[in-house]
């Protein structure tokens, strides 16, 4: 019922920044959690960040103080800002939301930093 669509992925170089998007669409009212993960080459998908309906943020220790992010809730839009971006950040990134006790992700945008 919900579909969830990225944008914003790329190449870019370290150091750079990067703004991802996170578009919620289908017959819903609310969302309580968005949140980013990411998949490398050959690692586990791993969570980066969520954000509750109240503006609760949680982290990655790998990303914190590097990439925030937040969500515009009339948009049922969540954003992931990523600035000093390192080698390491290059993976696929994938947009997933909870909604009435079920996860729905989205296709995922790749990100690659490298020079």
């Known amino acids: 019922q919900v579909q969830l669509v990225e944008s914003g992925g790329g190449l870019v170089q370290p150091g750079g920044s990067l703004r991802l998007s996170c578009a919620a669409s289908g017959n819903i009212f609310s969302i309580n959690v968005m949140s980013w993960y990411r998949q490398a080459p050959g690692k586990q998908r791993e969570l980066v960040a969520a954000i509750s309906s109240g503006g609760i943020t949680n982290y990655a220790d790998s990303v914190k103080g590097r990439l925030t992010i937040s969500r515009d809730n009339a948009k049922n839009t969540v954003y992931l800002q990523m600035n000093s971006l390192k080698p390491e950040d290059t993976a696929v990134y994938y947009c997933?939301?909870?909604?009435?006790?079920?996860?729905?992700w989205g296709q995922g945008t790749q990100v690659t930093v490298s020079s």
């Open positions: 997933k939301c909870i909604y009435r006790y079920r996860d729905y």
